[in-house]
């Protein structure tokens, strides 16, 4: 499994940008996927997630609210749609897909975002 993650750039705070991370291999209808985010000088941390189904979906508190996580299983791609941005959404955004959430063993390369003030 490949992901490929893309979007990412720079936007003003409360704007929004929708990013992508498209996925090669038969397994990814049948897989969970994941956003995580790093920050510079921080740890890399989980964002947000949904099942194989697009039927569950679970976010960190800081972004509950303002960001949704989609998937079209027909174009193997899963969106995270972010609203309100703040500066400290600023990171390099990952997505991962593994069989369950929580379990994740595949990973994309990252897709920086920049929020400015």
């Known amino acids: 499994v490949q992901l490929q993650a893309s979007g990412g750039g720079l936007v003003r705070a409360g704007g929004s940008r929708r990013l992508s991370c498209a996925a090669s291999g038969r397994t990814f209808s049948s897989y969970a996927m994941g956003w995580f985010r790093q920050a510079p000088g921080k740890e890399r941390e989980f964002v947000a997630a949904i099942n194989w189904s697009g039927g569950s979906t679970t976010y960190d508190d800081s972004v509950k609210g303002r960001f949704t996580v989609s998937r079209d299983n027909a174009k193997n791609t899963v969106y995270l749609q972010m609203y309100s941005l703040k500066p400290e959404d600023t990171a390099v955004y990952y997505c991962?897909?593994?069989?369950?959430?929580?379990?994740?063993?595949?990973w994309g390369q990252g897709t920086q975002v920049t929020v400015s003030s």
């Open positions: 991962a897909t593994g069989p369950q959430v929580g379990v994740y063993t595949y």
